[in-house]
């Protein structure tokens, strides 16, 4: 049989204390229901820990060691119980948020800024990916929840709408299109395009466009990264499409963008959380600061709802 926490707190009491009388009113027990925990912990260990008469209370060697252990052991706990108070208030812990790149880099800076502010106690985590991915995080619950693009409707996964995310045309400085304030699909179609990689939300979203707007389009070249798209945009080798987050991920260079019409897209990001699951409170108090910023959007870019 195991020395008990109960035994061991009462016995770092009285130790303590010196007393079994002032270790009874320090812990609102009474004094005989202290003297049975440390006699039991005492036939537990088969050891005399104390040393009694009618006025002090004395520790033998086995005492002394005891008290040692029983300190490290009762200090951990009490250490422990008040980090889980603290973690199951939100005060403490990792929010764990997986998102698009663009995100991570224009959106969620400032939102941390502030929710660090009111709980600096809290660590935020970034898992930033494509699409698939990051949806694959919420899943495996590596992350709390997800900012990001659905397509098909996910199973095993709620969301909810969060902001739009208006398409630019993306061109080079100079360009004849950059002249106007609006381009169409169907003009920027007419040139070399120059796409991110297939399996980026962006992609799927400028396919879906040009289809609508009757225009087929193989690209001149593509790129996985939207930096490297930019880069060839500014570099005269063609023109691109992208939501008015990305755009400032589009890196230095000689590049203009223009809103895209005919037809308006606007990319949906939607706050992703796994079905049935109860979001612990930090990661909720997370999702509250996004209300502070509902005036503090980037130029094409609205709140929905």
Do not use: C
């Not at 995080?137 to 997800?146: E, H, I, K, P, T």
């Amino acid at each position: 049989m195991d020395a008990t926490l109960r035994q061991l707190a009462a016995y770092v009491a009285v130790a303590r204390a010196a007393s079994f009388t002032a270790a009874a009113a320090q812990l609102h027990v009474s004094q005989s229901t202290l003297s049975r925990a440390v006699a039991d912990l005492e036939r537990v260990l088969d050891a005399r820990l104390l040393e009694r008469d009618t006025r002090n209370v004395q520790l033998t060697a086995a005492g002394l060691e005891t008290l040692r252990v029983a300190e490290q052991i009762v200090g951990a706990h009490e250490s422990g119980m008040k980090e889980l108070r603290r973690y199951l208030l939100g005060e403490s812990g990792v929010v764990a948020v997986a998102t698009l790149p663009s995100v991570a880099a224009v959106l969620l800076p400032r939102m941390i800024s502030a929710f660090r502010r009111q709980r600096p106690q809290v660590a935020v985590r970034i898992m930033d990916g494509l699409e698939r991915a990051v949806l694959g995080r919420v899943l495996s619950g590596d992350a709390d929840f997800a900012i990001t693009t659905v397509g098909a409707s996910p199973d095993r996964l709620d969301h909810r709408p969060l902001i739009r995310d208006q398409f630019h045309a993306v061109l080079p400085e100079g360009h004849p299109l950059a002249e106007g304030d609006e381009v169409t699909w169907e003009e920027l179609a007419a040139e070399p395009f120059l796409a991110v990689g297939p399996q980026s939300s962006v992609r799927r979203l400028t396919d879906a466009a040009f289809a609508q707007a009757g225009a087929a389009v193989t690209p001149a070249a593509e790129a996985s990264n939207v930096a490297t798209v930019g880069g060839l945009v500014a570099a005269g080798l063609g023109v691109s499409a992208m939501p008015a987050l990305v755009l400032p991920l589009l890196g230095p260079g000689h590049v203009v963008h223009r809103r895209l019409t005919g037809p308006v897209v606007e990319r949906r990001l939607d706050v992703v959380v796994r079905a049935r699951r109860t979001l612990p409170l930090a990661a909720a108090a997370f999702l509250d600061v996004l209300e502070e910023f509902r005036t503090e959007l980037p130029p094409g870019v609205s709140w929905m709802g």
